[in-house]
């Protein structure tokens, strides 16, 4: 089967210590209110956010923080979960297996019971480009008929999508074609309240922008690619774009969509177990 070839091939990757991958993470404290978290998230373009609670790490991210309401007030406590650690001689596999079954972009790396950083799926994609992977095309890999969303539609609606169906890009139809693409991130900055803005006006402004439309908002430099494109292209086409996510078209018409997640399902086990209970 071609998946067992893919996966014979990506074997030396798989097996690299994260060591060297190692990269800050943005730490915060359960106290933090919600809008101090997503100020951490954004200055430092991050997407998870990691705290140490004994011997568990609580985490939370970008699309589960969509639903957020009163940030100003709210604590982020309640939105943490717990997520599995790796330690820095853990390999390049196990930290694909816990972003491609979390649905997180960062893994935490614990060293002496403290967080000593993180391996993004940034720094993965980078080692993975570093191997000869022009044989693996992008028709193996993308996800077929994405959603898609019209810019008449509210980010409201849009915002309801990505929660109901976890997920953090949305194409963006305007007259039957895709212009732009809307992440989680845009929304989340719809939700962020400006600076001098009155604290009793912030619930109320932020309610009336998630019910404007779509329209222009979202990224309007987004990769693209032919289903006939191989991964070494796609990866790059990504990393020097920052772009989480690059379209798979064909004679215009979009054919699927290709995330960090399906890349990184190559390199990740078919099935992992987790050890940590689903509450603590």
């Not at 020097?240 to 190559?266: A, H, M, P, Q």
């Amino acid at each position: 089967m071609i998946t067992d070839t893919i996966y014979e091939h990506l074997m030396e990757i798989q097996s690299s210590k994260l060591k060297p991958l190692i990269s800050k993470a943005t730490i915060i404290e359960p106290s933090e209110t919600l809008s101090n978290v997503i100020n951490k998230i954004s200055k430092n373009n991050a997407y998870d956010v990691f705290y140490l609670n004994g011997k568990y790490t609580l985490s939370t991210n970008i699309r589960t923080l969509l639903n957020a309401k009163n940030i100003t007030k709210m604590k982020v406590e309640s939105f943490l979960y717990p997520i599995p650690y790796l330690s820095p001689n853990d390999s390049v596999q196990k930290a694909a297996n816990i972003i491609s079954h979390h649905r997180i972009r960062e893994v935490p790396i614990v060293q002496k019971n403290k967080i000593v950083g993180v391996v993004t799926v940034q720094r993965i994609l980078k080692l993975l480009s570093t191997k000869d992977n022009k044989w693996i095309k992008a028709n193996l890999i993308y996800t077929q008929n994405p959603i898609v969303i019209s810019s008449d539609e509210t980010l409201s609606n849009a915002r309801r999508i990505m929660t109901s169906k976890r997920l953090d890009h949305l194409p963006v139809l305007n007259n039957g074609k895709i212009k732009q693409v809307l992440t989680s991130t845009h929304i989340l900055e719809c939700i962020l309240p400006q600076e001098r803005q009155g604290k009793k006006s912030i619930g109320i402004k932020t309610l009336h922008k998630l019910e404007s439309k779509i329209g222009n908002i979202g990224s309007m430099r987004f990769p693209q690619c032919t289903p006939n494109d191989n991964l070494n292209h796609i990866v790059n086409l990504m990393l020097k774009t920052n772009s989480s996510c690059c379209l798979v078209n064909l004679w215009d018409n979009l054919r699927g969509i290709i995330t960090f997640r399906d890349i990184l399902e190559l390199l990740a086990a078919s099935k992992i177990e987790t050890p940590i209970p689903l509450y603590i």
